[in-house]
C-alpha cells in the first residue's frame, strides 16, 4: 500500500514559548494544523475540498508524546503521515525531528469524523473521499 506523507519545516517563534524558553504545549496543536494544511495541499485533501463535498472534518482525538523539547530558534521538520481505515475518519501520525540532527523530538495522532453541512456524524464514508483513497491507492 502506498504511504502518503507530508514534511514541513516550520520556525519555532518567540511567542511560541514559555519563562523556561521550551515550546508551550498548546502550540503542539498548531504544528499539527499545519502539517494537515501541508498534506491536504500536497494530496489535494483541503479543507476546502471537504467542505465543497458537503462535510465538515472536526478533530475528534489529539495526542502528543514529547521525547525532547523544542525551544526558540530551532527549525525542526514536522512529518505527517495518513493511516488508511475503513472507518468514515482521517487518521494522521505526526513525527517532529530536529532538522540538523534528525533527532526525534515528538510525535503524535490526530483523529477526524466527517459530519454533514447540518453537524450530522457520516458514518459512512462520503463518496468523494472514497474516490480520494482510490486515487491515491490508500
Same mark, same amino acid.
Given at each position: 500500500?502506498?504511504?502518503?506523507? %507530508?514534511?514541513? $519545516? =516550520?520556525?519555532?517563534?518567540?511567542?511560541?514559548?514559555?519563562?523556561?524558553?521550551?515550546?508551550?504545549?498548546?502550540?503542539?496543536?498548531?504544528? =499539527?494544523?499545519? %502539517?494537515?494544511?501541508?498534506?491536504?495541499?500536497?494530496?489535494?485533501? !483541503?479543507?476546502?475540498?471537504?467542505? !465543497?463535498?458537503?462535510?465538515?472534518?472536526?478533530?475528534?482525538?489529539?495526542? =502528543?508524546?514529547?521525547?525532547?523539547?523544542?525551544?526558540?530558534?530551532?527549525?525542526?521538520? /514536522? !512529518? /505527517? $503521515?495518513?493511516?488508511?481505515?475503513?472507518?468514515?475518519?482521517?487518521? =494522521?501520525?505526526?513525527?517532529?525531528? !530536529?532538522?540538523?540532527?534528525?533527532?526525534? /523530538?515528538?510525535?503524535?495522532?490526530?483523529?477526524?469524523?466527517?459530519?454533514?453541512?447540518?453537524?450530522?456524524?457520516?458514518?459512512?464514508?462520503?463518496?468523494?473521499?472514497?474516490?480520494?483513497?482510490? %486515487?491515491?491507492?490508500?
Amino acid at each position: 500500500m502506498t504511504e502518503l506523507k %507530508a514534511s514541513k $519545516i =516550520f520556525k519555532v517563534r518567540f511567542s511560541e514559548v514559555d519563562s523556561m524558553n521550551i515550546v508551550w504545549h498548546g502550540s503542539y496543536a498548531l504544528y =499539527f494544523e499545519d %502539517a494537515r494544511e501541508a498534506f491536504g495541499d500536497k494530496f489535494h485533501l !483541503d479543507y476546502q475540498t471537504i467542505y !465543497d463535498n458537503g462535510c465538515y472534518a472536526p478533530l475528534v482525538e489529539l495526542n =502528543f508524546n514529547y521525547k525532547v523539547p523544542l525551544v526558540y530558534g530551532m527549525n525542526p521538520r /514536522i !512529518d /505527517i $503521515i495518513y493511516e488508511p481505515t475503513e472507518a468514515a475518519k482521517l487518521i =494522521f501520525r505526526y513525527e517532529i525531528y !530536529d532538522s540538523r540532527t534528525e533527532a526525534l /523530538i515528538a510525535t503524535g495522532k490526530s483523529v477526524q469524523v466527517f459530519l454533514d453541512l447540518n453537524y450530522q456524524l457520516l458514518w459512512e464514508t462520503p463518496p468523494f473521499y472514497e474516490k480520494w483513497k482510490a %486515487a491515491w491507492g490508500v
